[in-house]
């Protein structure tokens, strides 16, 4: 029999805590003012012998060095509620939806040397611990769903060559006359939903790629689409909890971008509708008949992109005072504190599978790694390591090239961590 728990907290920060306004400029500054709260939301499904644990924030990312020197913040999580709840720390994901409009997580900036900011991320990180808890003592035996179709309208590739040599980043689409190649975006939503024995329902999870980016510097604090997606659908589906997972958005945006919060709803409307038709059309006998549940970890080293030391680009630095020496200057010492570390972590319930990276990749790899059987993928989870280009991208150049501390990784490192997604998801746990 499956068992699933879900929970909710509010993790809406104070206005003075920062928020990203230029990775190029590494500048932060404080909210004004908030829009709409933002949630961490724990999903536990358990199938007797074994459990797993999703909990999907309202946050930018976690740089795992944001708590400061010799703490790691996905280590921290998982050991506290593996303490309280008895659960594998490998089998506790941590995920963030990747909304801009949320505290500067990810280590762009000086985040951690605003007063306060310390003791905020503190208590930020208990209130992640009580969601997944929560969830783990909430579960009730229940009956699950899933599905996959196409939504179309949110999301667009933000990396488009034009045949004259330049790069089409926003806004319309351009002229597929004028379109050098073939650039994709993956409109797949994918769909878990569960309800109660008595059929009422409990929680859903969905997973969709684009950059939630419609809200971006517009100053209040928001969800940005994604929390439109979520607030739609619990509205709906009164007393359930619904989860958003971002896919592989690196190199995908949303269609709109810093535009008003108008588009956020509409553009969330589009999902959850699309969401709830599937979960108000399933049938008793469509619920899943396997809900065994699994999960594993595997842990990776990446080669640094090539950077002089912080001695030789501090020099350029004070030569030039150049927005590139500078920004230079910032790699430099962020690639200093130490390897290029982290995980991809492998779930799965039944014939469902899922496959979490640690930083932003681009949508080839995505698809790759759903082609070789995963249902879907999520980025921004367990840390966060930067933009994963392909190879291609690195001899288009563009923003997610860098360099910079958002642009850590050499050629080569989507591809080799395509292999290790593709190797996770075929074998047998």
């Known amino acids: 029999?499956?068992?699933?728990?879900?929970?909710?907290?509010?993790?809406?920060?104070?206005?003075?805590?920062?928020?990203?306004?230029?990775?190029?400029?590494?500048?932060?500054?404080?909210?004004?003012?908030?829009?709409?709260?933002?949630?961490?939301?724990?999903?536990?499904?358990?199938?007797?012998?074994?459990?797993?644990?999703?909990?999907?924030?309202?946050?930018?990312?976690?740089?795992?060095?944001?708590?400061?020197?010799?703490?790691?913040?996905?280590?921290?999580?998982?050991?506290?509620?593996?303490?309280?709840?008895?659960l594998d720390q490998g089998s506790i994901m941590l995920c963030a939806t990747h909304s801009h409009s949320t505290p500067e997580t990810i280590g762009l900036t000086p985040f951690r040397d605003v007063p306060g900011v310390s003791s905020w991320l503190d208590d930020h990180l208990s209130k992640l611990v009580a969601a997944a808890v929560d969830a783990y003592c909430s579960c009730v035996p229940v009956r699950a769903y899933s599905s996959i179709r196409k939504v179309n309208g949110v999301s667009r590739n933000r990396r488009i060559m034009l045949k004259d040599g330049t790069m089409d980043r926003r806004g319309e689409l351009p002229d597929p006359l004028e379109v050098d190649g073939m650039w994709p975006?993956?409109?797949?939503?994918?769909?878990?939903?569960?309800?109660?024995?008595?059929?009422?329902?409990?929680?859903?999870?969905?997973?969709?790629?684009?950059?939630?980016?419609?809200?971006?510097?517009?100053?209040?604090?928001?969800?940005?689409?994604?929390?439109?997606?979520?607030?739609?659908?619990?509205?709906?589906?009164?007393?359930?909890?619904?989860?958003?997972?971002?896919?592989?958005?690196?190199?995908?945006?949303?269609?709109?971008?810093?535009?008003?919060?108008?588009?956020?709803?509409?553009?969330?409307?589009?999902?959850?509708?699309?969401?709830?038709s599937e979960i108000f059309s399933f049938s008793l006998d469509m619920t899943l008949q396997k809900w065994s549940v699994g999960t594993v970890t595997r842990e990776f080293e990446l080669s640094p992109r090539s950077c002089p030391s912080i001695g030789e680009a501090q020099v350029a630095a004070d030569l030039s005072g150049s927005p590139e020496d500078l920004r230079m200057l910032r790699l430099a010492k962020k690639l200093s504190e130490g390897p290029l570390r982290g995980e991809l972590q492998f779930m799965q319930l039944g014939?469902?599978?899922?496959?979490?990276?640690?930083?932003?990749?681009?949508?080839?790899?995505?698809?790759?790694?759903?082609r070789a059987g995963a249902s879907f993928m999520v980025g921004n989870a367990n840390g966060w390591l930067g933009y994963f280009p392909t190879r291609r991208a690195y001899e288009e150049g563009g923003y997610e090239i860098g360099p910079g501390v958002w642009s850590r990784v050499a050629p080569g490192s989507a591809e080799h961590l395509e292999e290790l997604g593709r190797c996770l998801v075929t074998a047998d746990l």
Request: aromatic letters at 8%; one cysteine or more.
């Open 185 to 276: 975006v993956d409109e797949d939503l994918f769909l878990l939903y569960l309800e109660t024995e008595a059929g009422a329902p409990l929680g859903a999870l969905l997973n969709y790629t684009a950059h939630p980016v419609v809200a971006m510097l517009l100053p209040p604090v928001s969800a940005d689409y994604p929390g439109a997606t979520c607030a739609h659908v619990e509205e709906a589906l009164d007393g359930a909890i619904c989860l958003f997972t971002n896919g592989a958005c690196g190199n995908i945006n949303s269609g709109h971008v810093s535009t008003n919060f108008d588009d956020v709803d509409r553009l969330g409307g589009l999902i959850a509708d699309a969401a709830l």
């Open 1 to 86: 029999m499956l068992k699933a728990g879900v929970s909710k907290k509010v993790v809406t920060p104070p206005t003075w805590v920062p928020y990203l306004t230029s990775s190029g400029n590494g500048t932060c500054a404080p909210f004004e003012g908030v829009h709409d709260e933002l949630y961490a939301r724990a999903l536990v499904l358990d199938d007797g012998s074994k459990a797993i644990c999703v909990l999907a924030v309202d946050a930018i990312g976690y740089d795992n060095s944001i708590l400061g020197e010799n703490r790691d913040f996905t280590r921290e999580l998982r050991k506290k509620v593996a303490m309280e709840t008895g």
């Open 351 to 370: 014939d469902l599978k899922w496959l979490a990276l640690p930083g932003e990749v681009f949508v080839e790899t995505g698809i790759a790694i759903k």
